[in-house]
């Protein structure tokens, strides 16, 4: 249960995060957002490793710089694959590979389910596509290269989760400080490196501040989860992080909630219930 919790919390404040970070692109260049962010949630890392503990010993330092590299790539990935769209196809195929994944490495490693969890499982996938898919997601096509970079994405947003569980248990927040340093670096070298095509527009620094530790904070959240229970179910109801995204975009933007993510958010509160019972 208490797995699960930490589990929904997770899932919550990446959605949080993406909304900000969201809103922040809007603004000025993705670089420029993650260039505010990505210090931002470094440093609450950092305030978290007298609190937490960290532990940098070989295993730590490599699964955590996989991690940072997994996650670099998953942001490149992703908004590249959001550019091309459509987005109501691309993100559900983004958000299935990237709970479906670790879902394949848990039971690989010898997690079981019970019954309810059986059932619960696959009900909580659809309910990731469901609520991270939009209005009309049937009515476009994506081209071959979009799709390809879907699945990558989701791919590498899975791999990172897979190292931060596989990072020694008594590592406290170390995986999470060796990944981020290493993914804000690579994002910072990348800012550098096109800086003359970020183009002129200041980013909205509060707002993407807050993305960054929202999206540190997310990160903890399922660090803790995973070692306290089980990654099938831990990386399956993180993955519900649309969820936060689609209700936010409700009561901040007036943004309508389609009938599919409405049945979507219903089967996903099943599917919780359900594998709270495991």
């Known amino acids: 249960m208490i797995a699960l919790l930490l589990a929904l919390g997770s899932s919550l404040a990446y959605g949080c995060a993406d909304f900000l970070g969201g809103l922040g692109a ?32 070989t295993a730590t ?57 059986l059932v619960g499982l696959p009900l909580a996938l659809v309910a990731v596509v469901l609520v991270s898919a939009g209005h009309g997601a049937g009515a476009a096509r994506p081209s071959g290269t979009a799709l390809l970079l879907a699945l990558g994405a989701g791919a590498a947003i899975a791999l990172q989760l897979v190292c931060l569980h596989q ?15 290493v993914s ?19 980013p909205a620094y509060a707002t993407s501040a807050a993305a960054g530790v929202l999206d540190s904070v997310a990160n903890l959240l399922f660090l803790l989860a995973a070692r306290s229970g ?19 975009a409700r009561g901040v933007l007036a943004e309508r909630i389609h009938r599919g993510q409405l049945v979507g958010l219903g089967t996903a509160a099943v599917a919780v219930s359900l594998l709270a019972l495991t």
């Open 184 to 202: 804000s670096a690579v994002t910072l070298a990348a800012a550098g490196l096109l800086h003359r095509r970020l183009g002129s527009e200041r």
């Open 167 to 181: 990072a020694p248990s008594g590592s406290g927040v170390a995986p999470l400080i060796t990944g981020r340093a």
């Open 61 to 117: 330092l490599a699964w955590g710089a996989a991690s940072g590299v997994a996650s670099a790539a998953a942001f490149a990935l992703l908004y590249r694959t959001l550019a091309i769209g459509p987005m109501n196809v691309l993100s559900p195929v983004t958000a299935l590979v990237s709970a479906a994944l670790p879902v394949g490495v848990g039971l690989l490693q010898g997690e079981h389910l019970t019954a309810a969890g």
């Open 26 to 57: 809007r603004k000025a260049h993705v670089l420029r957002t993650v260039t505010v962010a990505a210090p931002a949630s470094l440093m609450v890392e950092l305030l978290l490793w007298p609190f937490l503990g960290a532990s940098f010993d």
């Open 230 to 248: 089980d990654l099938t179910v831990v990386a399956v109801v993180t993955a519900l992080y649309p969820a936060g995204t689609v209700l936010l």
